[in-house]
């Protein structure tokens, strides 16, 4: 895989590691999916999902996959094709949970 350029963003790595994202519709209806990061930039992501989202919907999304890590962030979708898209993201936060104290740590950026 080569790495592509986002005149924008700068370099967009290709990577691959699945994430879920949850969002409420127009309707005020609670979305929920699962996707793989298909690419990074300092700025966002590109997402390729079970279920397509809206252009401009806010979603958080989210990972609990490695032990006793969980990170949040707060999107918003740039642009969708189909069942791909992508996200600004907005804000970030890390959680980290140690196994022996059982106490928590909160890192933002």
């Known amino acids: 895989m080569t790495e ?4 924008k963003h700068g ?27 298909t690419n990074l ?23 609990t996959r490695r032990k006793n890590l969980l990170y949040v962030m707060e999107t918003r979708v740039t642009w969708t094709s ?4 992508g996200v600004e993201i907005r804000k970030m936060n890390f959680r980290y949970e140690t196994s022996t104290d059982r106490g928590i740590n909160f890192f933002e950026s």
């Open 11 to 37: 370099p967009q790595p290709p990577v691959e590691f699945r994430l879920m994202y949850s969002a409420k519709n127009h309707s005020g209806e609670t979305l929920m999916g699962d996707g793989m990061v």
């Open 41 to 63: 930039s300092h700025h966002g992501l590109g997402m390729r999902v079970n279920a397509p989202v809206t252009r401009g919907i806010e979603l958080m999304i989210f990972s």
């Open 4 to 7: 592509a350029v986002d005149p």
């Open 82 to 85: 189909g069942r791909r898209f």
